[in-house]
């Protein structure tokens, strides 16, 4: 396949591991670099040798990229993503897709006149973790799906993120920042998500930075902080999801996919590093290993089996959806990690955002395909080291 050449929007903490990642990944090539502060994009070059840093609209009208790789913060996600399109360049972005739903709708818009392709983060769920989940769910080994649970507990980012600000403002949260990898795992497992409820609340209306030059510099916090929410599937399921940015300790963390015949388990989504979660076992029981089973008793009964995991990207993969995007738009076919995708998981947490107001129950318009599951072999071209 012809290198798809990549331009970088935003050099800061998060950029480090997709660039890393794109240099292992003979399909991709960063071609230029730019972000608000141009001394920062210029070190961000020298250490990973890319050829220019520029200015953001020097990158955008210039002819040698293919693809605006948009690594800003929320608020910025959506100007840079529509300023990329109305460029002629494809776009693949961190979450949040977008913060609000006119953003949201424009930028489907645009991508379809000018037929260019949007992608988006999370792709946590292309690693072998998720995958191994779908395989299991898709050779029937827990029967139907009937429900599924996240929980995911943290105390912030405070005490490690350089500059946490943007995750205290509106477009940030938990629900915003941690909810779109385990609703798009579960969209990705079970499909769209029809109705939703929340709770939420705020613990703390001014938080320490905790960690580098600011140490002591306060911040207000403009969203809340502890998250509950119940989601009910197209097809029938129904899942509760708790986010939070307000629990020290816990011995909850988990992510289960509930079936008639059995229960697959991932016991530490990973909540202290940003949930890097593409790799890491997966547990099951099926209804026979089951402590409620009336049938004669294997001698592991009660024990949680491993399940295999024959799939690629076992680590922290950041990156990967937009490997998956360039293939995707070389063979004429969708993304996984789509703006599809991330536009019905933007629209699923605004719902919840908008439960959390009102107290009701809020339908979700949006609807997306379930993305198809990756090949063992991807990419398909690639030369074993
Ligand atoms: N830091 C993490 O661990 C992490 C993990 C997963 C996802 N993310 C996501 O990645 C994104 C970036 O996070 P980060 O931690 O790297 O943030 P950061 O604050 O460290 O870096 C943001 C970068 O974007 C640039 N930027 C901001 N607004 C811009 C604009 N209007 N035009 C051009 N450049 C602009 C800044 O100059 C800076 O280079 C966020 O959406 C975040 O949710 C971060």
Not at 112 to 140: E, S, Y
Request: glycine fraction near 10%.
């Amino acid at each position: 396949m012809q290198k798809f050449r990549i331009g970088l929007v935003g050099c800061g903490r998060i950029s480090d591991i997709y660039l890393k990642n794109i240099a292992q990944f003979e399909a991709l090539e960063i071609v230029a670099c730019a972000s608000l502060d141009f001394q920062e994009s210029k070190a961000k070059a020298a250490q990973f040798g890319i050829p220019k840093a520029c200015l953001v609209d020097d990158l955008m009208c210039d002819p040698n990229i293919d693809c605006i790789l948009n690594l800003t913060i929320p608020a910025a996600h959506a100007g840079i993503t529509l300023k990329a399109l109305e460029a002629g360049k494809h776009v693949y972005s961190e979450k949040p897709f977008v913060t609000n739903t006119e953003d949201g709708l424009k930028i489907l818009e645009l991508a379809k006149q000018k037929r260019l392709m949007v992608g988006n983060a999370p792709d946590t769920f292309l690693g072998g973790r998720w995958q191994t989940c779908r395989k299991l769910i898709d050779d029937g080994l827990i029967g139907k799906p009937t429900g599924v649970a996240a929980f995911v507990g943290t105390h912030g980012v405070e005490r490690h993120h350089p500059n946490p600000d943007f995750y205290y403002q509106i477009g940030g949260g938990p629900l915003l920042d941690l909810g779109p990898y385990y609703l798009t795992a579960m969209v990705f497992l079970l499909g769209p998500i029809a109705r939703v409820s929340g709770m939420a609340r705020r613990t703390f209306d001014r938080r320490m930075i905790e960690n580098g030059p600011r140490f002591g510099d306060m911040m207000d916090v403009e969203v809340d902080t502890h998250s509950q929410s119940m989601l009910s599937f197209d097809a029938g399921q129904i899942g509760s999801m708790t986010m939070s940015f307000d629990i020290w300790d816990s011995e909850m963390p988990r992510f289960e996919i509930y079936g008639e015949e059995g229960t697959i388990s991932i016991t530490d989504p990973d909540p202290v590093h940003g949930a890097n979660i593409f790799e890491g076992e997966v547990l099951y029981r099926t209804k026979e290993m089951s402590r409620w089973s009336h049938q004669p008793r294997p001698t592991d009964r009660g024990a949680w089996r491993v399940a295999e995991n024959p799939f690629g990207f076992n680590y922290n993969a950041r990156g990967v959806g937009l490997l998956d995007m360039a293939y995707a738009v070389s063979e004429g076919r969708s993304a996984r990690a789509s703006a599809a995708l991330s536009f019905h998981i933007f629209e699923v947490m605004d719902a919840i955002l908008k439960s959390c107001e009102t107290g009701h129950q809020i339908e979700v318009k949006s609807r997306c395909e379930r993305p198809e599951p990756m090949p063992y072999n991807f990419p398909p071209d690639r030369v074993e080291a």
